[in-house]
């Protein structure tokens, strides 16, 4: 191998074309515990709903032709037969001249085609005035008119949030059939890295990225499974990366992919299987040394140290990934526009990410203000960075006071 | 009580006046698993970042007064004592007229006070020619220059997602305190509602509320509970409602809060405890027979029992609530600009909310198209609906072509 720069646009068509990311099975989960997982076949109808004719207001179910040609000075006189309840079989037929007392919701029973409004009728014991005449089916929800059954109501691939969970019970459905979750290794290489919890030997510095990256798998649809900290070091890297490997469905490193001799990430990987490092470098900032490589069926990204690069590069590349192998649709970041508040430099020749921060003016709106994000300054970057602007490989700056579009790390960040 | 009619600005304030919504309570839980809780105190760090003065370059640790007037021709002749490993405390002192090799991230040693990069130097054995002069802390990254000890980084409040977690984890933490997720027990009501996974019996429906209710809780950052599906009986109904105060700190039902003679809910609700009901009906649409109580410290809000109407007031009323106990500062619903794709009507004094699914058109651009939500058609209205628009109460329409902003009921739509 390697080091060979691709640009960004090469990058991801790679991705997509060497990962060829799919769904990865399927599981039955209760339905209370589905809200964000996806839907994995078309939901289809086996009842017909809603499943028997019913009235939509209280009243009485007539005849329609009973009630031809009534108002309010020739009411019907109809006879009241019976009642019928809500949520049960109607036990009364009603015949020709009679009616039976309905609720809302209730099933029409035989003999009744329609419903008159308990508001357009004037009862005296047995007897029902009817002031005004309904056609065949007024006021009333016809077996199957909401849905029928044999009928596909949500799609496959479907996210299910509130409305899709409250359709699924609709049709009955307690249990649902989702795609499995990616789980996704996240491991962070260093000998000067130290996982947080632990007493902070002198030298070392505390981890960030691991828990960065979790988090962020996590809020794109992947399971998360920490594998902490590993020195740079040959022997527990490779051990490390074959764990990660065997427990996971995607690998994900952050930190050793630079050209210092430490920097053993990329062939260490290489050599763990076929086809192995496929992108060895990308024409962006952050991010030149990103590493690539599919090792069997297991797609592996390897990020630079620096946390923000690492998040996001992420977020460009790993993040699309994991929704389709979720089953999703791959969705962009949430956006919103913005003006430059100051000029931003492209690097030359490279497709330039630079991290902003949200501030509201009172007269010019939304502005983004560039975040350091140089070595100095790691933490206070990634805290104070809300998203970032794209500048493209051609431009050689947005200016001052430029409309730009910023992509959010977070939803309402 | 009740039947007096409030607006729908004045429903909120009194809900937020009457209810004072805030957090319950903290608890420490793993930063891995703390993706979208809420901080529950500022995170002020411990130590400084970094924790001592580190290279941020490949190179050589050098006092730079001995570089002073070093250029191409005349390089400084330096002596190397020796090496800074990364990750350890240096073993060596760099005196005048020596440099110690180091590497990127490691901490420079004593009697050093900058670094020249490896690309700057030429190395025979033992000695090191200088071909460029460094300044005092050049290539030097200062202990505490990202963050200093004592200094707080992130305040109590903030929804922690991918970047928050980074950041915590720099400062050492492997916990965090966050607050409780308030609890929200769920149930339906009415006679001809069955819970979804058991036979349907004739005359009967699936419930769709307590489901698409829960979902929505959890989209919240609420814990829901599952109550089920009660009937429209004073005892059993009474008894449900008594259990759900009891095991959580919000109770939501559906149903049976219309006039009809079986709808009971508020006054049960009332008769639970003080102050009771506190808001009986609001001149929305749909929405007009919500109901909103405080039972003791807990909210009951009783949403009609129209799936759409239901889920609609659940998001305009109970989610800031739920937000708000959570901790967090409560967020608009996500929305979009679109334009009408026809005349929508309001009802007459009513604040209205029509459901609208969201259409792409080549040439208008994003369509709002109103979905039906009468009786009729109750799930496909549910399935449908990608959002709603909102109409003033003094608004007769919002017509054709107008511009409409459309309230997300699932970010990503």
């Keep these: 191998m390697f080091r060979k720069l691709v640009t960004f646009e090469e990058a991801k068509e790679l991705i997509w074309q060497t990962l060829q990311p799919k769904p990865l099975g399927t599981e039955e989960i209760p339905l209370l515990e589905a809200t964000n997982r996806v839907l994995a076949q078309d939901a289809i109808s086996a009842i017909d709903i809603p499943p028997f004719s019913r009235s939509t207001v209280d009243g009485y179910a007539v005849k329609a032709e009973d009630t031809f040609g009534a108002d309010e000075n020739q009411p019907s006189k109809l006879k009241v037969c019976g009642f019928v309840a809500i949520g049960e079989t109607p036990r009364v037929t009603v015949a020709k001249g009679e009616v039976a007392e309905i609720v809302t919701g209730a099933p029409i029973p035989d003999g009744a085609d329609a419903v008159v409004m308990v508001e357009e009728t004037e009862r005296e014991d047995d007897v029902l005035n009817v002031y005004g005449s309904v056609t065949q089916n007024e006021n009333v929800m016809k077996k ?30 307690a249990k649902v059939k989702v795609y499995l979750a990616p789980t996704i290794a996240v491991l962070s290489t260093g000998g000067e890295v130290t996982e947080p919890g632990k007493p902070l030997p002198p030298g070392k510095i505390y981890d960030i ?9 996590w809020e794109s649809g992947g399971k998360p499974i920490y594998a902490g900290v590993v020195p740079d070091e040959k022997v527990p890297l490779r051990r490390a990366l074959e764990q990660a490997l065997a427990s996971a469905d995607i690998v994900l490193t952050s930190g ?35 590493t690539v490589a599919l090792i069997g069926e297991k797609p592996v990204f390897s990020f630079p140290g620096h946390p923000t690069s690492a998040l996001l590069n992420f977020f460009l590349l790993a993040r699309p990934v994991i929704q389709a192998m979720a089953g999703k649709v791959p969705t962009e970041l949430a956006s919103i526009k913005a003006v430059a508040d100051r000029r931003m430099f492209s690097a030359k020749g490279r497709r330039t990410f630079v991290m902003v921060q949200l501030v509201l003016d009172e007269v010019k709106g939304i502005l983004a203000e560039p975040v350091e994000s140089g070595a100095s300054g790691a933490i206070t970057t990634l805290a104070k960075a809300d998203g970032f602007v794209e500048i493209a490989e051609n431009q050689q700056f947005v200016d001052a006071g430029e409309q730009v579009r910023v992509w959010l790390f977070k939803e309402n960040a």
Tied chains: 1, 2.
């Design 256 to 290: 050793g992919v630079s050209v210092g001799p430490k920097d053993i990430i990329p062939a260490t990987v290489d050599s763990l299987g076929k086809p192995g490092v496929f992108i060895s470098g990308i024409a962006i900032k952050p991010g030149k040394p990103v």
């Design 209 to 217: 990225n691991a828990y960065s990256l979790c988090a962020a798998v």
């Design 144 to 173: 199957g008119a909401d849905i029928k059954s044999g009928e596909t109501v949500l799609l496959a691939g479907k996210v299910l949030g509130s409305r899709e969970v409250g359709v699924l019970a609709a049709l009955g459905n």
